[in-house]
T-cell receptor, first 115, second 109 residues
Framework: DTEVTQTPKHLVMGMTNKKSLKCEQH?????MYWYKQKAKKPPELMFV???????INESVPSRFSPECPNSSLLNLHLHALQPEDSALYLC??????????????FGPGTRLTVT | RKEVEQDPGPFNVPEGATVAFNCTYS??????FFWYRQDCRKEPKLLMSVYSSGNEDGRFTAQLNRASQYISLLIRDSKLSDSATYLC??????????FGSGTKLNVKP
């Protein structure tokens, strides 16, 4: 089963709100990722967790705050976002150990609109 | 120069046609290679990992040419349901990936 789940599917929030996106996988994958995708563009990497430790933060503004409570869960906390942050937010996981090497499995995404 | 170059298309082909996409890359340290398909407003789905020996899955064949630094995806006997955007992805390490801009395929009846 190569399933990554994300909640909520859609989120509309004001610029002063605080909200969280959630991601879960039960495949035993040891790396989890947050991506941001704008229309007609490829996904852009935001954060990477490996063995529950933050491995990389691609110069993402501090209004985005990741959290990895355990090996199956990944959260993205949002605060004081801007309208240009409206996008599809994708979570992905990777087993880190497979013939293909670093293959990623994406969740369905959260479509975020900031008003 | 971009790390990954991919023809954006669109490729408009009739059902039953054979279509090929290429993706060139500049980073020779690339360790792993993938093709993903992405339907409109959906997430990317892993289509195939690309191995040095090439690999085939039904109507889909992926090839890697390290000497010329490109990967390819061949789709035979195109179906309407193959219409999507195809993304090539290069993995340098587990936390460094380069995505192509995607090639849009439209299969028409």
């Amino acid at each position: 089963d190569t399933e990554v789940t994300q909640t909520p599917k859609h989120l509309v929030m004001g610029m002063t709100n605080k909200k969280s996106l959630k991601c879960e996988q039960h495949m035993g994958h040891r790396a989890m990722y947050w991506y941001k995708q704008k229309a007609k563009k490829p996904p852009e990497l935001m954060f990477v967790y490996s063995y529950e430790k933050l491995s990389i933060n691609e110069s993402v503004p501090s209004r985005f705050s990741p959290e990895c409570p355990n090996s199956s869960l990944l959260n993205l906390h949002l605060h004081a976002l801007q309208p240009e942050d409206s996008a599809l937010y994708l979570c992905a996981s990777s087993p880190l150990q497979s013939r293909g090497g670093y293959e990623q499995y994406f969740g369905p995404g959260t479509r975020l609109t900031v008003t | 120069r971009k790390e990954v170059e991919q023809d954006p298309g669109p490729f408009n082909v009739p059902e039953g046609a054979t279509v090929a996409f290429n993706c060139t890359y500049s980073n020779s340290a690339s360790q792993s290679f993938f093709w993903y398909r992405q339907d409109c407003r959906k997430e990317p789905k892993l289509l195939m990992s690309v191995y040095s020996s090439g690999n085939e899955d039904g109507r889909f064949t992926a090839q890697l040419n390290r000497a010329s630094q490109y990967i390819s995806l061949l789709i035979r006997d195109s179906k309407l349901s193959d219409s999507a955007t195809y993304l090539c992805v290069l993995g340098i390490t587990f936390n460094k990936f380069y995505f192509g801009s995607g090639t849009k395929l439209n299969v028409k009846p």
